[in-house]
C-alpha cells in the first residue's frame, strides 16, 4: 500500500545552520505535498507547500524541493533559529483520498 | 489561531466512564477529520467525514464512536476506554476531502485514561 517516509526522526543544529528533512513516497498519483510545523502545545499547522507542477518553493527562510521521479521532496530551513524548535510533519497524500502523514522529524536548534 | 477549536484541552478519565471530544471549526469547509497523536504512532487517521458523512474508518476500535451533527461539528463519543488510549486527539478540517488540500488542525485534547 501507499506509505511515506521520513527522516531523520530527530535533528539537533546550531543556530544559524541550515536543516534539512527529507520525506520519500510511494503513490505516484501523490501531486500535493505540504510541510507542517508542530511546536509543543499546538496542533500541527502549515508551513508551506509544494504541488507537483513545480520543482521548488520558497518563503523567506524555507524552502521545499520536489524530485518526482525520484519520489522524494524536502525541507529546507536556513539561517534555522531557536523558535524553529519543533515537530515537523511532510504529507504524501493523493489525490484519491488517501491521507498519510510522515513519522515526524523533532528539529532542536541550539543557541 | 487556525479556525478549528477542541473542547475540552485536557481530559482524564477512568475506564468506565463515557466522555465526548468536540470539534468545531469556522472555516467553512467540507471536510472533517480525527487524528490520534501518540509517541509511537504520530498523527495516526481514526476517521473522515465529508459533508457530514462518514468516508473512512481505518479500523479504529467501537469504543471509539464520531459524530457530525452538521458541516461544523465533529464529536468523538469515548466509552470504556483503555489506559493504552491515552494520547493527543487532533481534529482537523480541509476545504473538500483527499489530498489536495490543506488541513487546518485544532490544539487538540490531551486524554489520560487511568
Known amino acids: 500500500g501507499e506509505n511515506v517516509e521520513q527522516h531523520p526522526s530527530t535533528l539537533s543544529v546550531q543556530e544559524g545552520d541550515s536543516a534539512v528533512i527529507k520525506c520519500t513516497y510511494s503513490?505516484?498519483?501523490?501531486?500535493?505535498f505540504p510541510w507542517y510545523k508542530q511546536e509543543l502545545g499546538k496542533g500541527p499547522q502549515l508551513i508551506i507547500d509544494i504541488r507537483s507542477n513545480v520543482g521548488e518553493k520558497k518563503d523567506q527562510r524555507i524552502a521545499v524541493t520536489l524530485n518526482k521521479t525520484a519520489k522524494h521532496f524536502s525541507l529546507h530551513i536556513t539561517e534555522t533559529q531557536p523558535e524553529d524548535s519543533a515537530v515537523y510533519f511532510c504529507d504524501g497524500s493523493s489525490n484519491t483520498g488517501k491521507l498519510i502523514f510522515g513519522q515526524g522529524t523533532t528539529l532542536q536548534v541550539k543557541p | 489561531e487556525t479556525g478549528v477549536t477542541q473542547t475540552p484541552r485536557h481530559l482524564v478519565m477512568g475506564m468506565t466512564n463515557k466522555k465526548s471530544l468536540k470539534c468545531e471549526q469556522h472555516l467553512g469547509h467540507n471536510a472533517m477529520y480525527w487524528y490520534k497523536q501518540s509517541a509511537k504512532k504520530p498523527l495516526e487517521l481514526m476517521f473522515v467525514y465529508s459533508l457530514e458523512e462518514r468516508v473512512e474508518n481505518n479500523s479504529v476500535p467501537s469504543r471509539f464512536s464520531p459524530e457530525c451533527p452538521n458541516s461544523s461539528h465533529l464529536f468523538l463519543h469515548l466509552h470504556t476506554l483503555q489506559p493504552e488510549d491515552s494520547a493527543l486527539y487532533l481534529c482537523?478540517?480541509?476545504?473538500?476531502?483527499?489530498?489536495?488540500?490543506?488541513?487546518?488542525f485544532g490544539p487538540g485534547t490531551r486524554l489520560t485514561v487511568l
Open positions: 482537523a478540517s480541509s476545504q473538500d476531502l483527499g489530498g489536495t488540500d490543506t488541513q487546518y
Open positions: 503513490d505516484s498519483a501523490s501531486n500535493y
